[in-house]
């Protein structure tokens, strides 16, 4: 043999022992660098995954009839057969981010609503957010859109009501960040420095099970918080902020600005994760405290938009929100800051005539309630003053007299205002309001009556609050005709 010849076969033979050798490294090194374009298909029948290694650069044909038969096995009603073909599709396609999006979207969004139980859509939800968060990020961790929608499906799908399952929803996140972070406030000092066993672990299921960044979660609670980590609006705004940080290439990123202060909105409306003393269930109320930092996120989202009509969009957003705030200090007795901020947007957005044309927070705020009950419909504006009632007594008795005040002093205002407005009309003359400390009266013979639906633990307690015998209110009762003394006074 030619020397030469001979020389080249030996190095060919050294080459191709060197490549087994360091194929298996190199295999490990490209999945770990997130250099791999595309995921083993697993558990795939055997002619497809004869046709992906075949087909090679094809793969989009292949993903494509997986498409249509993921369609129509999901018009079946085939759930699970349509979700493994949809795994299948996110490993042939893993750097395409409209994928992971769309099928997110099809778990929670569709799915989810064909199972009538609360408990099997929390798993479909679940499982949406899983495979953006834990999946669509590990392959695209720059992807705008991801982020959009992981925000999306905590502020939208989970933190709004408009699923029926969505108390499950919230209780199921209460019960997972409860344990996750060890109750319900963060400690951040021991979430960056974790000196205990118990620490440590804490750390290591926030950031390997749910992705969260310590360091992250401090500095979102810093801009807008102290924030309920508790509810998924938090984590809407969390992932939205991680988009805007590290969002990378196309993509709208005004989703992400919506994402903030949408949520914000919401942490102020029911922010507040309140355990009901009875029922043991929890309850959302409403967290004052959030205004200050939601005006702000409004304003650092205009801040940041190039686009003039885009801005005017979000200002408008953000003086609705303001006026919602005004109206919600008003009803909770905190005149003094219901005046600051009415004189906030009265002064910024002054240029609006629907802003400027109310001289008063009281007026503001009666034509607030006059634009939900009718003034002209007495038995809206009775069940209005019913209903004002009752939750001020429930305030009451969850240790909220300045609630209980200011619902009592406006629903006073809300009858006095319906009265001279219908005190020349026939409806009003036929069956008028009854008084407000008949309405009181009621509302106490409701709420203490062996048949409603409240615990005697909470009916001693009311009795106490208003200072009533203990007998009142009961079939035995020796008073219950006549409105208890000091009804409109709490001990105290």
Known sequence: MNPRKAFLSVLAVLALVAVHFSQARLNVDRQTL???????????????????????????????ALWIRSSELQDDGKHFEAVQLADWITKLQPHFSAVWVHLAWNLSYNISVKFPDPEDRWLWVQRGIELLRDEGLKYNPHAIDIHAELARQFHHKMGANLDDAHLTYKAHWAEEMHRALGGGRPDFAELLHPSTPEAKARVATLVGKYKLDPALMKKVDETYGPLEWRLPETHAIYWAMRGLAEGRGAGDLRMLRRAIFQPMQMAFHRGRLVTNQFSQKIEFAPNLAMIPNASKAYLDQMAAEEEEGMRESFGNAHKNFIRDAVYFLYTYNRMAEARKWFAYVQKTYAADPNVTKWTSVEDYALSRLIEDVNETSRDRVRAFLEGSVESAFMSLVEGDPDRFQGLMLFAEKVRSNFVDRTQNKSSQQRVPLPEMADIKREALLRMLSPQSPFPPEFQGRLRTEMRLPTDWGKPTGTNNAAPPVNIGAPKG
């Open 34 to 64: 997130g250099l791999t374009q595309a995921g083993v298909l697993s558990n795939a029948p055997p002619v497809l995954a004869f046709t992906t290694v075949a087909l090679g650069g094809f793969r989009g044909i292949i993903a494509n």
